[in-house]
Every structure is written in C-alpha cells, then in structure tokens.
T-cell receptor, first 113, second 114 residues
Framework: ETGVTQTPRHLVMGMTNKKSLKCEQH?????MYWYKQSAKKPLELMFV???????ENNSVPSRFSPECPNSSHLFLHLHTLQPEDSALYLC????????????FGQGTRLTVV | AQSVTQPDIHITVSEGASLELRCNYS??????LFWYVQSPGQGLQLLLK??????LVQGIKGFEAEFKRSQSSFNLRKPSVHWSDAAEYFC????????????FGTGTQLKVEL
C-alpha cells in the first residue's frame, strides 16, 4: 500500500467516449502528478499540480484534461482519444520540495479501441 | 538537454549472483538521483535516493547505489539477487530549478534465473 490509490485499474474506451481517471492520496502531500508510461519509452510527465494549481503542462494534447479539486484528489478527464493514447497512466504525489520522494499509484491501464 | 540513460534494456542473472544496473545522466551539475522498481501490474516503489554527502547510498531490499561525479553515473547494485527481484528498474533524476519533477530513464528489465 503506497498511500496513492488510482481507479479504475483497467479501462477500455472507444475513441468517441468520455471517461475520467481518478487518483487519491492520503499522505498529506501538496503536489500531485500524472505520468504516461508507454512500452519502450521513458515515463512522460504530463501534468504537475502544486497546492492545487497546475504548474506544468508538458505539451499534452487537449484531449487530456486534468483537474485537481483539492490536495488529495487528482483527475484526468479523457475525451476523443486515439489508439496511440493506450498506455499505463500513473499518478504520483510528493511534497513540493526538490528531491522529496514521489509515491506512485498502481496505475490505470488504458486501452483505446 | 537534460537526460537520463539506462543502456541495458534487459538483463538476466542467476539467483544468488551479483547485479549491477547502469544509469548515466546528462546535466551540468549534480542532480538529485533516484532508483525506482516496478513489479508487473504495480506502480513504482522507491529503492533509494542520493542528494549529497556519502556517495554510496543504501536502500531497501538490500540494494545500494554509488554516485560517481566524474562519470555522471549512479549505478544500482545488489550482492546477491533473489528471484523476487525480477522487475523493471528505473533510474530518475530531479534537476535543481526544475521543481520536483522526475526525469526517468527507459528502464531495465531484470530477469532472474533459478
């Protein structure tokens, strides 16, 4: 148990669907992150939230829309995705201080059909 | 550009043998260095980290890593591998001035033969 919980664990969606990924942390952290893990590629940082404000958006397509309603919850809203968006999406949290350990959730395995 | 390289995509070792996984980074100064492990279907778990001080750091599960500034390396080692160590290992760095964002290598898949 890492303290970071992601739901659902698996998701299959069509290209016209709208779905959301949820992440919850109970570690008292003030920063949360979305990463994308594709086969044979490094983990890609997608979004960073610090104190519930988005501080980083690494040129992610607008079909991915993050939301951070409070310091414990992070969402990734998905719409009109493409098959190449199929990947493992990992949420992480940490204190917003350089070098502090990031705790990761187990990820959501997304398949776009 | 700042980057992290793990030159070995796959490594196979026999149980009980020693292990070394390589990690090199490209950056003008010393970054913060991490090793994470990912078991199948799981998220990433921190094994160890280096910020400053003693260049040999000890982590969980019997792992250690040595920071070598001259080689820009942070290699992970374990004296005797157990079958349960089979997993994917990621080296990551956080660069000063970059907040607490992690830049990851592509990972090394470790297979342990019994």
């Amino acid at each position: 148990e890492t303290g970071v919980t992601q739901t659902p664990r698996h998701l299959v969606m069509g290209m016209t669907n709208k779905k959301s990924l949820k992440c919850e942390q109970h570690l008292g952290h003030n920063a949360m992150y979305w990463y994308k893990q594709s086969a044979k590629k490094p983990l890609e940082l997608m979004f960073v939230y610090s104190l519930e404000e988005r501080v980083e958006n690494n040129s992610v397509p607008s079909r991915f829309s993050p939301e951070c309603p409070n310091s414990s919850h992070l969402f990734l809203h998905l719409h009109t995705l493409q098959p190449e968006d199929s990947a493992l999406y990992l949420c992480a949290s940490s204190q917003d201080r350089l070098g502090t350990e990031a705790f990761f959730g187990q990820g959501t395995r997304l398949t776009v059909v | 550009a700042q980057s992290v390289t793990q030159p070995d995509i796959h490594i196979t070792v026999s149980e009980g043998a020693s292990l070394e996984l390589r990690c090199n980074y490209s950056y003008g100064a010393t970054p913060y260095l991490f090793w994470y492990v990912q078991s199948p279907g799981q998220g990433l778990q921190l094994l160890l980290k280096y910020f400053s001080g003693d260049t040999l750091v000890q982590g969980i599960k019997g792992f250690e890593a040595e920071f070598k500034r001259s080689q820009s390396s942070f290699n992970l080692r374990k004296p005797s591998v157990h079958w349960s160590d089979a997993a994917e290992y990621f080296c990551a760095v956080a660069f000063p001035g970059g907040g607490n964002k992690l830049t990851f290598g592509t990972g090394t898949q470790l297979k342990v033969e019994l």
